[in-house]
């Protein structure tokens, strides 16, 4: 189908209000109307649609267009008062004709969005327009309003359902392109509409195609589950300034008094760092629209720095000043407020929000969660923080939580020699919902916590520990960006201040932030060259390799902090905080945000060029990488490079023995196996060779394909010539280990292949390959139980998330009597989760037999506290009431000790009530006798 006719040009305030069809306006006295108000001719336009009002009271038609020139002029109560008539439907048999009956729809849906009349909006969605679809259903405009309502209500099914129809029938409706964001098409489609063209220039500016629904940026942020951060800032290209700059220029010349333009114009100006040309735009646009605040809003969405929401606040409250009703500022407002930690604000301003949309998800979201925090947390106050804890979780990670950050504060601010803002306010919430909204204003985000520059919302173990994740690792990083942020007032490049909260992880526990897949990723991209640079080290947070560039950030920073030491990387945030000398916040926050001050922080701070700097991290990582005997993954690319040549050059066995590496890697198995014969079977003269090892690769190749096809006998062959020719791989000495753990009587020697695999590969555990299992499961054949201690003990210092061979060690340590080594791994247990009152239960032995009953104590207080609520995860009833005895029985023999008989009595009736037979019970109760 094609495009309708547009007869005349619309200005509407961006995303705020949609054009109407001239074609169904009929009356010529309206057509020329609605081409008065496309040219900006607001007064001439109302005076000719109100003589039409007069004359016919009901119409919708020119109540819409009335309404439309009061609210581009700044005159909502008058654009109201024109609408209200049509809040009570016609009676059946006066709806009139079709064309009449969708401008009075089209008028309603205005009056329901200026008012938050959440009945009239529902009727006309539900009621008058699908009613009109079905008599005209080759109207796309009853489409794109419910798309509208549907989009604002957060129902994004139903959105998607009605843009599937709307396209069917028009897939080039600018209106249905414009309110699903596609604003470039709308543009070519109708080149003569400002509204458009000046939805193009904010589009160029902020960089994405806002509204839309595919691939928009929640979608993305669902691809990286478990992804702590935020995303990279934005900056124009020249070419996208020209283009917007062209697009705002045409707009005018259609529509001079479009307020639309010239906010866009100075949103434009503000990102510029004009302030001289901001405020002129911004005035021309006053000039036609008192109300227009839509240059604040916008300076207000280019100042949103991920970590410091106080200049955006400035711009917001500026804004809502000007226009009371412009609810995407009051909303704004009050996701900022919130991550400011001002609550009351936030509340004030989400209330505002809801009481002009009655379906805003946001708001009504971040509302009720704000409503309801009185309730949801416990609060206490520690030197330099604000805890904030739910309440049923407080009773036992009250104490954890405040120990760690106190000791952790102690340490940064002395590290650092910096003093942040207190208190500093830290929340946990046991909902990941909840979590979501506090943080970024929507359910569903992927994120396990964040720092929003003052105050740290995070997941609590509730939600983290079925995970296996760990609750004490995230609270240090987020912790951690406390101080490089307000050190830098939050003009710190991306990859500076996550790659130090992710180092300083790491420098506290080793095993800390390290994943699956990420040391292969770091290595194959260095050997290929796709590695970026430090001085493009902020670009990696754009794309799909976001994990693998917080690890390499944090290696930069370690790397950093060896060659200048702490001094260089504070020297560091000191530059950052000094600025640029930017004429606004906003422009000074993106040059440092998104990498632009990298080369002049880095000669200031450390007196190298980062050039340089680049040249001497690469060789440091390249020193470190070398130490890992595997082979880096070849792309698919680089394997047809390969093909072409080996195509040339047929005897060239070295090329041939490559190809066949990158062949098996990329699944081209035939090839693989066809290159490394060749190579194998001419092979006799290369073994004497010096590239002899590298040749030898082929017999690896070809011993894993025989593997994975049970050809075991042969498998072992190929390996082993391999073996003897000197190859020194990971996954050759791995499969190795396999083969021999499979033949009776030589476990010790798999033991020394997989040992060998391990020493070449240290931090591999993942698909099947892990060294560390495969020896704990030998030596236990073997009874060997120090190499299984060995084994786990290698293993949990490199993976964090391992609670099973934890607490396997936990209890070799009990029956040992190794209470030291038992509290250290107890309290990697409790970082994971603090709710097991068996790792309570060995803690408070451990510190009895070291002579501390304090400690002791403690530890069967929070044992008997955790079960005072549902369990993290579901445990073995018998368990639970043998670790509850227990915990009782000790607790009454330490109150014995320190002679307070009455506690004493209590712990043991509750030892008793569990277990009436108790003979520990027994004996306590007898001692408490003798003494009274």
Not at 57 to 82: C, H, K, M, N, W
Not at 128 to 157: T, Y
Not at 657 to 668: E, K, P, V, Y
Not at 722 to 730: I, M
Request: hydrophobic letters at 40%; charged letters at 30%.
């Amino acid at each position: 189908m094609t495009s309708r006719p547009r007869r005349g040009v619309l200005a509407w305030r961006a995303a705020a209000f949609l054009a109407f069809p001239s074609f169904l306006l009929g009356a010529t006295s309206l057509e020329e109307a609605e081409a008065m108000l496309g040219r900006g001719e607001y007064e001439k336009a109302r005076e000719a649609v109100l003589r039409y009002v007069a004359r016919d009271p009901s119409d919708g038609r020119a109540r819409l267009l009335a309404a439309r020139t009061f609210l581009e002029t700044g005159r909502r109560e008058e654009a109201v008062g024109i609408l209200k008539p049509l809040v009570a439907p016609l009676a059946v048999g006066q709806e009139g004709p079709l064309s009449a009956r969708l401008a009075r729809a089209e008028a309603r849906f205005l009056l329901a969005e200026l008012t938050g009349d959440a009945e009239l909006m529902k009727s006309v969605i539900q009621e008058e327009l699908p009613s009109i679809s079905r008599e005209a259903p080759g109207l796309v405009r009853p489409h794109v309003l419910r798309i509208r309502a549907f989009m604002a209500a957060g129902q994004k099914h139903d959105a998607k359902a009605e843009t599937s129809a709307a396209f069917e029938k028009d897939p080039r409706d600018p209106d249905l392109l414009m309110v699903l964001g596609r604003i470039e098409e709308a543009v070519r489609q109708a080149p003569q509409r400002a509204d458009c063209r000046v939805a193009r220039a904010l589009n160029l500016l902020f960089g994405r195609e806002a509204g839309s629904m595919g691939g928009g940026e929640e979608e993305q942020a669902q691809e990286g589950s478990d992804y702590r951060g935020d995303g990279p800032g934005y900056v124009a290209s020249a070419a996208a300034r020209t283009e917007a700059l062209e697009h705002l220029a045409r707009a005018l010349e259609a529509n001079p008094r479009s307020a639309a333009a010239h906010a866009a114009a100075a949103a434009w100006h503000y990102y510029d760092g004009d302030l001289e040309k901001f405020t002129k735009s911004s005035s021309a646009a006053r000039a036609i629209n008192p109300c227009c605040a839509l240059p604040e809003l916008w300076a207000a969405r280019l100042s949103e720095n991920p970590r410091d929401p106080r200049e955006a606040i400035r711009w917001e409250k500026k804004a809502v000043a000007i226009d009371p009703f412009l609810k995407e500022a009051w909303l704004s407002l009050g996701l900022h407020s919130m991550n400011e930690g001002d609550i009351a604000s936030a509340t004030e301003a989400f209330r505002r929000v809801r009481a002009m949309d009655l379906f805003n998800v946001t708001a009504k979201n971040c509302l009720t969660l704000l409503e309801d925090l009185p309730d949801y947390f416990e609060v206490s106050k520690t030197e330099h923080f604000e805890l904030r804890l739910s309440r049923r979780e407080a009773p036992v990670l009250r104490a954890y939580a405040e120990s760690l950050l106190e000791s952790w504060y102690a340490e940064l601010s002395a590290r650092y020699r910096f003093q942040p803002e207190l208190p500093i306010r830290v929340e946990l919430y046991d909902d990941a919902q909840d979590f979501a909204v506090r943080g970024f204003g929507t359910p569903g985000v992927p994120f396990l916590g964040v720092c929003l520059g003052r105050v740290v919302v995070n997941q609590s173990p509730t939600t983290l520990a079925p995970r296996k994740r760990c609750w004490a690792q995230i609270l240090r990083h987020e912790l951690t960006h406390i101080f490089s942020v307000q050190a830098t007032e939050g003009l710190v490049a991306q990859w500076f201040t996550e790659g130090l909260s992710t180092y300083e992880e790491r420098r506290f526990r080793p095993e800390w932030d390290w994943e699956e897949g990420i040391d292969e990723e770091i290595f194959d991209a260095f050997h290929d060259g796709t590695l970026l640079p430090i001085s493009r080290l902020s670009q990696g947070f754009g794309g799909d390799k976001v994990r693998m560039y917080y690890y390499v950030s944090s290696l930069v920073c370690e790397y950093l902090d060896g060659r200048f030491g702490v001094e260089g990387l504070s020297r560091m945030m000191a530059a950052w905080r000094k600025g640029s000398g930017a004429k606004t916040r906003a422009q000074e926050m993106m040059r440092g945000w998104t990498g632009g001050r990298d080369a002049a922080v880095v000669h200031e701070a450390l007196g190298v060029a980062l050039s340089d700097l680049d040249k001497d991290f690469a060789a440091w990582l390249g020193k470190r990488l070398a130490a890992w005997k595997i082979q880096p993954r070849l792309s698919r690319e680089e394997v047809e490079r390969l093909a072409a040549q080996a195509a040339a050059a047929p005897e060239d066995l070295l090329l041939a023995a490559r190809l066949a590496r990158g062949c098996f890697q990329n699944g081209l198995l035939d090839e693989a196996q066809r290159n490394a014969r060749r190579v194998v079977e001419r092979g006799a003269s290369w073994r004497e060779s010096l590239d002899r090892v590298k040749l030898a690769d082929a017999c690896v190749v070809l011993g894993h394909m025989a593997f994975d096809r049970d050809e075991i006998k042969k498998a072992r062959q190929y390996f082993e010539e391999a073996e003897k020719l000197g190859v020194e791989d990971f996954y050759l000495f791995h499969a190795l280990g396999v083969l021999t753990a499979e033949e009776d009587g030589r476990a010790a020697e798999a033991i020394r292949y997989f040992e060998k695999a391990r020493a070449f590969f240290p931090r591999q555990v993942y698909g099947g390959f892990d060294p560390y299992r495969k020896v704990y499961d030998l030596a236990k054949e073997l009874g060997d139980e120090r190499l299984m201690r060995e084994a786990v003990e290698r293993r949990i210092a490199i993976v964090h998330e391992d609670e099973r061979s934890r607490r396997w060690l936990l209890a070799r340590h009990r029956e040992a009597g190794r209470h030291a080594q038992l509290l250290d791994v107890g309290m990697q247990l409790l970082w994971i989760d603090p709710f097991d009152a068996r790792t309570h239960l060995a803690m408070a032995e451990a510190h009895r037999a070291l002579a501390d009953p304090a400690a002791a104590l403690r530890e069967t207080e929070a044992g008997l506290k955790s079960l005072s609520f549902l369990p993290v995860y579901v445990k073995m009833p018998e368990e639970v009431d043998a670790a509850t005895h227990d915990l009782h029985c000790l607790a009454a023999e330490i109150h014995l000790a320190a002679g307070r008989r009455d506690e004493t009595r209590r712990a043991v009736d509750e030892a008793l009530a569990i277990r009436s037979d108790s003979a520990r019970a027994g004996e306590i109760r007898r001692k408490l006798g003798e003494e009274e």
